[in-house]
């Protein structure tokens, strides 16, 4: 008749039997104990048990979900795709804007050849063209930030999958540089200090 | 007020397009001596070999990001008193401080129009 106090023994026995045992092997010397179990259990024993029965359910259950999700698409497929989509649109943009740069500096040469109002109108006309073309380094840094946000998800489905294959070592945690660390990156409208915020902060030091 | 718009700017951003922005804006508000750089680490080195007057730097870069470079010329002896506007997308107020602190000029977050740029270009240069 097994007992319980046994059961050190009994996973000793099949850690040196199975050297590489993974967690399905763990779930079933957790079945195959329950199921020898008989006798009068302790309340603090049978506790144990159930929780020992219940992590083993646990670990089947997401193993059944994880398998469900696809995680191989995920990392293998649908987050480089999503990133390639968004490395690509950079480059279109870029190039769109250069393109776009061109045209206003030859607009720009034809009217410094030009006098009087039309040539103050073009002027102006450029000018707003240039300002409105810093849209493409403020989209790249958002862009930065969501391909950033994609690796990480990536990382930490490669960790949960992970914490079911043998572990090998804990990660190094990210150190990041103090002045790195304020990289904040562009804000979204409704929370970002616009310049007037930004100019009433520095004159609060003066 | 009385601008010398011959000073030697440099302009410091590692996106290509936004310097090119940047200096036809300059241009459109009668700055033409404008020098580029696209890290940090290329401004220094200009900066110690060159004659400039102002420094218009972004911050988001690598190496050496548009804060240390502003920290780096504010130890530098011969460059502590340059004029150095940041103008850039890191707009929260930690960042302001922070640039504050380390002895910025003035700051212009991003998207800026060409009338800011000109207002705080007018402000440094007349104070400096």
Sequence with gaps: ?206 | MSINHSVNVLIVDDYKTMLRIIRNLLKQIEFDNVDEATDGTDALAKLRAGNYGLVISDWNMVPMTGLELLQEVRRDPKLKTLPFIMITAESKAENVVSAKQAGVSNYIVKPFNAETLKGKIEKVLGNA
Excluded: W
């Design chain 1, 1 to 206: 008749m097994l007992e319980v106090s046994d059961l050190p023994k009994r996973l000793l026995d099949l850690g040196r039997h199975y050297p590489d045992a993974k967690s399905d092997i763990v779930a079933e010397v957790v079945v195959s104990i329950l199921s020898s179990m008989s006798g009068d259990l302790s309340s603090r024993e049978a506790a144990l048990l159930h929780e020992i029965g219940s992590l083993g359910q646990a670990v089947a259950t997401t193993r059944l979900e994880i398998a469900a999700l696809g995680v191989d698409d995920i990392t293998v497929s649908y987050i480089p795709c999503a990133n390639d989509e968004l490395d690509a649109i950079v480059a279109h943009t870029a190039s769109a804007t250069e393109s776009i740069l061109e045209v206003c500096e030859t607009l720009d040469a034809l009217g410094s050849a030009m006098d009087g109002v039309a040539a103050r109108q073009l002027q102006d006309a450029t000018m707003k063209i240039y300002e409105a073309c810093s849209f493409q380094d403020i989209t790249g840094q958002r862009i930065t930030k969501v391909v950033h946000t994609l690796k990480t998800i990536e990382t930490t489905i490669a960790r949960i999958v992970q914490t079911f294959a043998p572990v090998t070592g804990a990660l190094e945690p990210v150190v990041r540089a103090p002045d790195v660390s304020l990289l904040n990156g562009p804000q979204l409208p409704a929370t970002a200090m616009d310049q007037s915020d930004i100019d009433a902060l520095l004159a609060s030091f003066d």
